[in-house]
């Protein structure tokens, strides 16, 4: 920080700006926005909620001024790290600004595409698509913890999605750093909101712009190149791979090297028909055969495809087995308050030597010996019998297609698969949603 900004000077700015109750510089209170759920943990010297978008830039003129480093925080998953100091060696303070109560979505064009605030939600956007019958980008995975839109975009999320590909945008409000060290805000989301950023962020946070106002540029609001790069299997490149340039525009891969305000996406029709065939075998090469044959000669793309390893299928089981009850049993949108609860657990228990750390993680896996197995006979079948598990999910016209070529396929390669029933499908991708959390309860 400079000198003649000393922080108890910044603190109080935050203070007039967000309130002194949204203005955390406790480090307990601090400590559940200092940690992510998978990886990355350190300190900071205050945390900053926001409540609207121009409080958001009100918060960044002031940090950019006093010269501290800015971490854009949303959900705070963990899942992909950077939402989170890693480690205590920076070079200048940290301040992080926490979006969640920003959690507003705003519709275009009869629910075709959606503007995202900083703090909306996966979840949030799946309720809000629902009636007018469709989804968003991404409706597994991280949305079972309540991850954020614009987390999702920042960081090119996406991995298991065939057809959608990873989550893009080239229509986004956000502000940057110039090279004279000046914050500047940069509308790119295809709406006339004003000239100047108190006029931008309180017209859209307002919903203050007519549908004529909304323009149609010639910008992508998702990928939709990925159907072809993901056909091309001879390619000398993977079709998706970590800082992809064709990817990195503007928000879309800017993983916090800018502060994004919100974005705007493509959303989809809700599949008329879906079906998730489960693969078992204990061939490796059998698998790569398969995906060779389906990407290169399917009309319909899969909507997902999810690998585990027998290995992994027993860690997850094990290991992953809370995760799975509480969002098969109680649904999605509680995973965000019983991670809340975990973080509350683990800073009353720090304040205690003689308990255990990650006290959270022990008694929930001591929990979990109490219930009964959670997973289908099926699946448990294969995994005596396979090494090597796929879960293939597809719809519409592709669920005909993969059904005809599966049945062909195993009368001459070693293995076999199943079609799963609507319970088997949902549990068989949750149990491998839940492998990356046991992974890190596995080792603790």
Same mark, same amino acid.
Request: charged share 25%; proline share 4%.
């Given at each position: 920080?400079?000198?003649?900004?000393?922080?108890?000077?910044?603190?109080?700015?935050?203070?007039?700006?967000?309130? @002194?109750?949204?203005?955390?510089?406790?480090?307990?209170?601090?400590?559940?926005?200092?940690?992510?759920?998978?990886?990355?943990?350190?300190?900071?010297?205050?945390?900053?909620?926001?409540?609207?978008?121009?409080?958001?830039?009100?918060?960044?003129?002031?940090?950019?001024?006093?010269?501290?480093?800015?971490?854009?925080?949303?959900?705070?998953?963990?899942?992909?790290?950077?939402?989170?100091?890693?480690?205590?060696?920076?070079?200048?303070?940290?301040?992080?600004?926490?979006?969640?109560?920003?959690?507003?979505?705003?519709?275009?064009?009869?629910?075709?595409?959606?503007?995202?605030?900083?703090?909306?939600?996966?979840?949030?956007?799946?309720?809000?698509?629902? &009636?007018?019958?469709?989804?968003?980008?991404?409706?597994?995975?991280?949305?079972?913890?309540?991850?954020?839109?614009?987390?999702?975009?920042?960081?090119?999320?996406?991995?298991?999605?065939?057809?959608?590909?990873?989550?893009?945008?080239?229509?986004?409000?956000?502000?940057?750093?110039?090279?004279?060290?000046?914050?500047?805000?940069?509308?790119?989301?295809?709406?006339?909101?004003?000239?100047?950023?108190?006029?931008?962020?309180?017209?859209?946070?307002?919903?203050?712009?007519?549908?004529?106002?909304?323009?149609?540029?010639?910008?992508?609001?998702?990928?939709?190149?990925?159907?072809?790069?993901?056909?091309?299997?001879?390619?000398?490149?993977?079709?998706?791979?970590?800082?992809?340039?064709?990817?990195?525009?503007?928000?879309?891969?800017?993983?916090?090297?800018?502060?994004?305000?919100?974005?705007?996406?493509?959303?989809?029709?809700?599949?008329?028909?879906?079906?998730?065939?489960?693969?078992?075998?204990? @061939?490796?090469?059998?698998?790569?055969?398969?995906?060779?044959?389906?990407?290169?000669?399917?009309?319909?793309?899969?909507?997902?495809?999810?690998?585990?390893?027998?290995?992994?299928?027993?860690?997850?089981?094990?290991?992953?087995?809370?995760?799975?009850?509480?969002?098969?049993?109680?649904?999605?949108?509680?995973?965000?308050?019983?991670?809340?609860?975990?973080?509350?657990?683990?800073?009353?228990?720090?304040?205690?030597?003689?308990?255990?750390?990650?006290?959270?993680?022990?008694?929930?896996?001591?929990?979990?010996?109490?219930? &009964?197995?959670?997973?289908?006979?099926?699946?448990?079948?294969?995994?005596?019998?396979?090494?090597?598990?796929?879960?293939?999910?597809?719809?519409?016209?592709?669920?005909?297609?993969?059904?005809?070529?599966?049945?062909?396929?195993?009368?001459?390669?070693?293995?076999?698969?199943?079609?799963?029933?609507?319970?088997?499908?949902?549990?068989?991708?949750?149990?491998?949603?839940?492998?990356?959390?046991?992974?890190?309860?596995?080792?603790?």
């Amino acid at each position: 920080m400079t000198e003649h900004i000393p922080k108890t000077e910044l603190i109080s700015k935050l203070k007039a700006i967000v309130g @002194d109750s949204f203005t955390l510089t406790d480090k307990a209170k601090m400590q559940p926005y200092c940690k992510g759920f998978r990886f990355g943990s350190g300190e900071a010297m205050a945390v900053v909620r926001p409540s609207s978008l121009l409080e958001i830039w009100q918060a960044l003129e002031a940090c950019n001024a006093a010269n501290v480093a800015i971490i854009m925080q949303a959900a705070n998953t963990g899942l992909t790290g950077g939402s989170t100091p890693d480690g205590n060696d920076y070079d200048r303070p940290i301040v992080i600004i926490n979006t969640m109560r920003i959690s507003q979505i705003q519709l275009i064009d009869n629910a075709k595409q959606i503007i995202g605030f900083a703090g909306s939600t996966l979840f949030g956007l799946e309720e809000t698509l629902a &009636p007018y019958g469709r989804e968003p980008h991404s409706v597994i995975g991280s949305s079972c913890i309540g991850a954020s839109i614009v987390g999702g975009v920042c960081n090119n999320s996406g991995g298991a999605l065939v057809q959608r590909g990873p989550a893009y945008t080239e229509l986004s409000l956000f502000a940057e750093v110039t090279e004279d060290g000046e914050l500047q805000l940069v509308n790119n989301l295809g709406i006339d909101l004003g000239l100047t950023p108190e006029e931008i962020l309180t017209n859209l946070d307002q919903q203050k712009y007519s549908s004529a106002e909304v323009q149609y540029p010639d910008k992508r609001a998702s990928d939709n190149e990925y159907h072809d790069r993901v056909r091309d299997i001879d390619a000398d490149t993977p079709s998706r791979f970590n800082n992809d340039g064709r990817r990195l525009h503007e928000a879309s891969g800017c993983a916090g090297k800018l502060a994004v305000f919100a974005v705007r996406l493509d959303t989809y029709p809700i599949a008329k028909k879906q079906q998730v065939f489960y693969v078992g075998t204990n @061939d490796a090469n059998v698998l790569a055969t398969m995906r060779r044959d389906i990407l290169s000669s399917f009309n319909t793309l899969p909507v997902s495809g999810e690998y585990l390893h027998r290995d992994c299928y027993d860690v997850s089981k094990k290991y992953g087995k809370d995760s799975f009850v509480v969002i098969e049993k109680l649904g999605a949108k509680y995973m965000p308050k019983m991670f809340a609860l975990k973080r509350t657990v683990d800073r009353i228990a720090a304040n205690f030597k003689f308990l255990p750390s990650k006290l959270s993680d022990r008694m929930m896996q001591y929990m979990s010996y109490l219930w &009964p197995n959670h997973l289908p006979k099926k699946m448990e079948a294969f995994r005596e019998q396979f090494e090597h598990h796929w879960i293939l999910e597809m719809n519409n016209d592709g669920v005909d297609e993969a059904r005809a070529y599966l049945t062909e396929f195993f009368k001459a390669h070693e293995g076999d698969y199943f079609e799963c029933t609507p319970e088997e499908g949902d549990k068989a991708i949750l149990h491998r949603f839940v492998a990356g959390g046991a992974i890190g309860r596995y080792h603790i």
